[in-house]
């Protein structure tokens, strides 16, 4: 069955309700050796349901976990307790009764572990039901043991589904999951989102601390700030789908690309890691005073996706719409997160940024430092498409921007420059890509020089010791050829339709509605393209060397297959990537989503600031994690809106100097997606770069494949970072001197401490 057979559309002038298929009933996970002994059946209630009772249920790596198996009120809260601290981190606020703050709902989703929101067909609409009121106080929750930890199973009498949380903790973490073959939806509704664990660690407002949310580099917002007249944050990872119905895209907030948050109290934190259905999650964060009174991080789960589908005059007050859900079952979901804890000198935002480094590199997603010579990135655009006239009629033709030769030309000029670690990412460079078609072979375009002239530029480029990562997309194509159709080869939407994303304006963000929107591949396209297009390129060109597009900057799911969501569609970028790893490929990604790691050798427009107005201050949690790791570079420096500023960051966050370049003239680019681009002339810059990448690889010298162990603040506007080999860099971004430990720091510069000095 496709995804869009079991829906139905309820147009209206609110959004309204689709209707959902049943979902099958699954039997429970077999109960191990261990779970024989467990707790099980009715809720033991105690004489006293007014506080919790804990039960100690495991211990492992110096934590203790407890668990209510007994109270009436309480039932499945749980604790665990830090042997090496004494810290106690609770699932539910033990003072929650106390709340002032919260109201109705809200107060009870203080004491539960999950809020689970369900789509009603009966009764034509949603509804949100926290754990305590839905399941706790219906007696619907049981308890059973399983290997060092403990399974609660939320049964929702009143609202037909089931769901098995599983709480355990493994090499010294606390670890807790849902596995969605043991959910069961038993009556007409169902489930389409999970919040695990609201209110985990949540911190009161008196108390400092902060918490970490991974926007754009990272973001940090202080216990007890006052802003409550903002908007909670929740924020889905890895961006927005854009495979829904938007006008706008919000890049003036930076998309989450790690999959991990944190809590820090005074002494103690932990870095919340997603394991398990990263693709599905959203990030949330609320300061005390908003809906509560504590300060709080955690994670959401969109298990099941909507969109919404506007009909009539858009422009019309009386113009309809409806929500529509994914049809199909969720067996083939499972959500988990593993929560490190921290304490003394790593409970900071850059300790939090350690733990994740060593997950990473525990699971193999990391492999050794990266050491020699700084990457000075030159990002050149080939050629644009523009509409003109043959014989009175209009028609399109490829206009050069950078042709080969001139590519040529810039390469031996920066090395004329003693600009060394010269990589290029050559854009709309073949055929396919400047015509927008499904680029299943490397053929490059005529006008840049044709095939013979790609192969001399890559030859030069050798000798020269630089390397060119020709550039490659498989996410959105406005052209299809042969028998290729749109509706076969592109993505499809909730309702079954093919998939189109519009093309968006550089400097505005709103959509250019002239332009053409562009079909989104469907993820088996993406795959046997992105297969046949690496057997064409090596048997073309002997360049290792592969950049792929706006692979693991975007994602969306695609309903093609109803077991396909963003979960499928993260692993199937990640496949492509890998591939081209397994063929002997380095491989260049933009952005640099956390599920294209385990491939990435370089990652541009890595995000250098996060946070909007809600947070209080930005920090570099990515490059912390990465650096040493990966080679990585902000936005270009010559689109920037303060150079010196970029250039800083790049110094504080031991990132590459970047550039965007052409060798044609700006005014090409009018009527074009690339109409923002008006200060890239290599001519302009090209000193300027020289001077950047002499300071930037000096640095690299004394700090190249280390790691970041320190980030902070040491004044309004300086920052030091410290690396593992004791290196102290110090930046100052106010326009004043300043003296610091590590001795005076000019306005707008840097200092280099080595052994503290």
């Not at 004329?416 to 990412?425: D, R």
């Not at 081209?580 to 541009?604: K, P, Q, T, W």
Request: hydrophobic content about 40%.
């Amino acid at each position: 069955m496709k995804l869009g057979s079991g829906i139905k559309l309820l147009s209206g002038l609110a959004a309204l309700l689709l209707l959902l298929s049943a979902v099958p009933v699954v039997a429970e996970p077999d109960e191990t050796a261990a779970a024989q002994d467990a707790v099980r059946g009715d809720i033991l209630p105690s004489a006293d349901g007014e506080t919790p009772e804990y039960t100690l249920m495991a211990q492992d790596g110096g934590l203790s976990l407890y668990a209510d198996r007994t109270t009436e009120d309480f039932f499945g809260t749980f604790k665990v307790v830090s042997a090496a601290t004494g810290y106690t981190w609770y699932s539910n606020p033990p003072a929650a009764d106390e709340d002032e703050v919260a109201k109705g709902k809200t107060k009870m989703e203080l004491f539960s572990n999950l809020v689970v929101s369900y789509a009603d067909p009966e009764v034509k609409r949603m509804d949100t039901i926290p754990s305590r009121t839905g399941s706790v106080n219906k007696n619907g929750a049981s308890m059973r043991l399983v290997e060092n930890g403990f399974e609660v199973i939320y049964d929702f009498p009143e609202d037909g589904f089931t769901v098995p949380l599983r709480v355990e903790l493994t090499d010294g973490d606390l670890r807790v999951s849902i596995n969605f073959a043991a959910v069961r939806e038993y009556g007409a509704n169902r489930i389409y989102h999970i919040r695990l664990l609201p209110y985990f660690g949540a911190v009161n407002g008196d108390e400092e601390g902060y918490a970490f949310v991974p926007e754009g580099s990272g973001a940090l917002m202080d216990f007890g700030n006052g802003k409550t007249s903002y908007k909670s944050y929740s924020e889905r990872v890895y961006g927005q789908d854009i495979n829904i119905q938007i006008q706008q895209q919000q890049e003036r907030r930076q998309a989450i690309r790690l999959p991990v948050f944190g809590l820090k109290t005074a002494n103690d934190a932990f870095a919340a890691i997603i394991e398990e259905g990263d693709a599905l999650a959203s990030i949330e964060a609320a300061v005390a005073g908003k809906g509560t009174g504590y300060n709080m991080a955690a994670a959401g789960f969109q298990v099941r996706s909507t969109d919404t589908y506007r009909f009539g005059d858009t422009a019309s007050s009386l113009s309809q719409s409806a929500v529509v859900y994914a049809d199909g079952p969720i067996d083939n979901r499972r959500v988990a997160m593993r929560y490190v804890f921290l304490s003394g000198e790593e409970a900071t935002y850059a300790g939090m940024a350690g733990a994740y480094r060593r997950y990473l590199q525990k699971n193999g997603v990391l492999g050794d430092p990266v050491d020699g010579e700084l990457p000075f990135y030159m990002e050149l655009l080939g050629g644009v498409v523009k509409e003109t006239t043959f014989l009175g009629f209009p028609t399109s033709a490829v206009t050069p921007m950078t042709t080969f030769a001139q590519a040529q030309e810039l390469i031996g000029r920066l090395d004329a420059q003693s600009v060394g670690g010269i990589t290029v990412k050559y854009t709309n460079w073949s055929k396919d890509l400047l015509w927008q078609r499904i680029a299943d072979d490397a053929a490059a375009d005529g006008k840049l020089g044709g095939s013979g002239g790609l192969k001399k530029l890559l030859a030069a480029a050798e000798d020269l010791g630089a390397q060119v990562f020709l550039d490659t997309d498989y996410t959105a194509v406005a052209r299809f050829s042969g028998l290729s159709n749109a509706y076969n080869s592109a993505a499809k939407t909730i309702s079954d339709t093919a998939a189109t994303t519009g093309v968006y304006k550089i400097d505005t963000f709103y959509r250019d509605k002239n332009l053409p929107p562009q079909y989104l591949l469907s993820l088996g396209k993406m795959k046997t393209a992105a297969a046949k297009y690496r057997a064409d390129y090596s048997k073309r060109y002997a360049n290792p060397y592969i950049s792929l597009g706006r692979l693991g900057n975007v994602l969306y799911a695609d309903y093609t297959d109803i077991a396909d969501n963003r979960q499928t569609a993260a692993a199937a970028q990640a496949e492509v990537a890998a591939g081209f790893r397994e063929d002997g490929s380095a491989v260049m990604v933009s952005g640099g989503n956390a599920y294209m790691l385990g491939a990435a050798s370089h990652i541009l427009d890595m995000p250098q600031a996060g946070g909007y107005d809600l947070f209080d201050r930005s920090v570099p949690f990515y490059q912390i994690v990465l650096h040493g790791y990966v080679h990585y570079a902000a936005g270009a420096f010559n689109l920037s809106e303060d150079v010196r500023i970029d250039f800083l960051r790049a110094v504080e966050t031991g990132a590459s100097p970047h550039y965007t370049w052409y060798a044609g003239e700006a005014k090409e680019l009018v009527g074009t997606a690339y109409a923002g681009l008006y200060s890239g002339s290599a001519d302009y810059w090209m000193e300027t770069a020289a001077g950047q990448y002499a300071e930037l690889s000096a640095l690299n010298e004394k700090v190249g494949g280390c790691a970041i162990l320190r980030h902070e603040c040491l004044a309004d506007g300086v920052y030091a970072v410290t690396y593992d080999n004791g290196v102290t860099v110090v930046v100052n971004y106010g326009s004043e001197a300043v003296q610091t430990a590590y001795g005076a720091v000019d306005g707008l510069g840097y200092r280099i401490a080595e052994g503290g000095k």
